[in-house]
């Protein structure tokens, strides 16, 4: 099994390391996304953060809990952070800064459906756009990333553990919220 610990030391591994994509795989369907934004959020202050999700009102479900009404492009503070949310959708990411520290992108699934040239466009766009590093996460580990082997550097596996809350039973990851 792949334990939280173990996934997290190969996520800081990989942040130290000069490797550009992780991918984030296992069965820990909805903690991984999570994961994935605190590996960001555990860096120095002042990093813009992107999070290309499949769709926008999908990053609306991921955080409900925090009351806000998400939109494309516009900069939330998360931590000591800048988060800017876009999607798969080419037609969206002239919403974003055309240069952040680091990006996710959840579901990976979603990608995965679009046709190949829309799949490369989009993982050609992260590679220009992002500085730092580049984490996909799966949602299911579905095994359909055979597209992504010339782009991963590393692979991370993050298991379910007996002592994972329920998904609803999760509480607010992080401290985010409208800039003023």
Do not use: C
């Amino acid at each position: 099994m792949n334990t939280r610990k173990e996934a997290e030391a190969a996520l800081a591994e990989f942040m130290d390391s000069n490797e550009k994509v992780a991918l984030l795989t296992g069965t820990n369907e909805y903690r991984k996304r999570v994961l994935a934004l605190e590996t960001f959020v555990k860096q120095e202050a002042g990093l813009n953060i992107l999070f290309r999700a499949n769709y926008i009102d999908n990053f609306q479900v991921y955080y409900a809990h925090f009351d806000i009404k998400f939109k494309v492009g516009k900069p939330y503070r998360l931590e000591n952070h800048t988060l800017y949310i876009d999607t798969i959708r080419e037609n969206s990411w002239d919403k974003s800064p055309l240069e952040v520290d680091h990006a996710v992108l959840y579901p990976l699934e979603g990608a995965s459906l679009l046709k190949e040239r829309a799949r490369l466009k989009l993982m050609d766009d992260l590679l220009r756009r992002v500085s730092g590093k580049i984490i996909l996460v799966d949602h299911g580990s579905t095994g359909e990333n055979a597209w992504l082997s010339d782009f991963v550097d590393r692979r991370v596996s993050y298991d379910v553990e007996e002592d994972d809350p329920v998904f609803s039973q999760l509480k607010k990851e992080f401290d985010m919220d409208y800039i003023e």
